[in-house]
């Protein structure tokens, strides 16, 4: 097999990419390890950036999600049994985000692949990139039972956070900056109403708690957990208990149970790959970095990332200049770098650390009021949260 641009993953980065070269008329072939279902049932993100949305819609990819997905104009903070909104337009000079879940962005963008191309191959793993310094780099892949060969002008390794692209990248030319957290988040879906109508980010007694949701019927909670805990350690009455001492206010609220469909418990992690390419094989999204989600940049990082290198490569594609591609990894960088910082400051800001002692929990308490206190540092919230625009 011969193509332009040999995607390895069908998450979101690599499906929207493939959406945006097939938009140039630039080929591409994306081969995915797994299973359609197993794509699509996959629960992680779902909150949207307005530049994700843009993205979206600029593929032709929105139809549903500007049926279906919930604007929200704010956050709230909870946190010694008080409540405080900021209010993203009034902070962001008009900016919202939008509630939609990842699943479903999955499932746009591989039935509109299916029904237009390129080709999207499933249950194609890629074992390995070879001469990624050389014109011609070459993917090999097991697809139905048989080693095969994708030779191709472009590699771009979307395959998440244990893919193989990584591999590739001689050890000389890569640094990976990582940092690993104390805690997990266990998370939950449920049926269930959400009990507010924008999320909640508490700081409660026993630690962090997230309310958010998933449509007008589906809630999605999270809370902080010690690493390591296994949830048959959490039925639901407990994980229900919890939650409401967690967000509990002196007022009038009420945390609206419902039955749980789905738990997991995910470890929280910081990790940066630089560069984000190596001669012709790019890194996008959590293939190149994560975030713990409390900052709920991961899959618009991924995304922005994606439209950065789409015009990199649409560049090239009209002018045959590489002056763009050559930029590609600094042209992300600072846009991941910030979002990393964020991400951290969220989490340190909102969690409880093990063995934190009283001086910590002042400096978080003295963080939170100065963001519900101070217009200024409201804004810096919102402004990061919405997103920061691209540098392309
Ligand atoms: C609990 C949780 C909540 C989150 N909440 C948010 C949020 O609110 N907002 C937000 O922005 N982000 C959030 N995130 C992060 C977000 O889900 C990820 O950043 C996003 O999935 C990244 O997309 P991706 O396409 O880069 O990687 P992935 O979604 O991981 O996709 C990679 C794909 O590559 C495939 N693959 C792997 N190896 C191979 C191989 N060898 N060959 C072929 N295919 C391969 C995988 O099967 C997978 O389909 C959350 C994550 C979690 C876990």
Known sequence: MRTTVGIIGGGPAGLLLARLLHRTGIDCVVLESRARAYVEQRQRAGML?????????????ADRLDAEGLIHHGIELRFERERHRIDFPVLTGGRTVTIYAQTEIVKDLIALQLAEGPPLLFEAEALAVEKPESQAPVVRFVHEGREQMLSCDYVVGCDGSHGIAQGAFPAEVSCVYAHDYP????????????????????????????????????????????????????PDDRIWDELSARFAIDGDWR???????????????????????????????DAAHIVPPTGAK????????????????????????????????????????????????????????????????????ARLRRITASRHAAAELAANYTGLPLAL
């Not at 950036?49 to 990819?61: H, K, M, N, Y």
């Not at 997990?184 to 309310?211: K, M, Q, T």
């Not at 960088?333 to 409880?352: C, G, I, K, P």
Request: aromatic share 8%; proline share 5%.
């Open 49 to 61: 950036e307005q530049g994700t949305v843009d993205a979206l819609r600029e593929c032709g990819a």
């Open 255 to 285: 945390l609206e149970r419902g039955p749980i469909t789905s738990k997991s418990v995910t470890p929280m992690r910081s990790c940066v790959h630089e560069p984000m390419c190596h001669g012709r094989l790019f890194l996008a999204g």
């Open 183 to 234: 805690y997990s988040w266990l998370g939950i879906l449920a049926d269930v109403p959400p009990s507010c109508e924008e999320l909640i980010y508490a700081r409660g007694p026993g630690g962090f708690a997230l309310h958010s949701m998933r449509s007008p019927s589906v809630s999605r909670l999270y809370l902080q957990v010690p690493n390591g805990t296994d949830v048959k350690d959490w």
């Open 298 to 365: 991961g899959l618009n990082l991924a995304v922005s990332d994606v439209r950065v290198l789409a015009r990199c490569f649409a560049e090239f594609h009209r002018t045959g200049s590489t002056q763009l591609l050559d930029h590609y990894s600094e042209l992300c960088l600072e846009r991941v770098w910030q979002a990393t910082r964020f991400s951290y400051d969220m989490t340190r800001m909102l969690h409880t650390q093990p063995n934190g002692d009283v001086f910590d929990r002042r400096m978080q308490l």
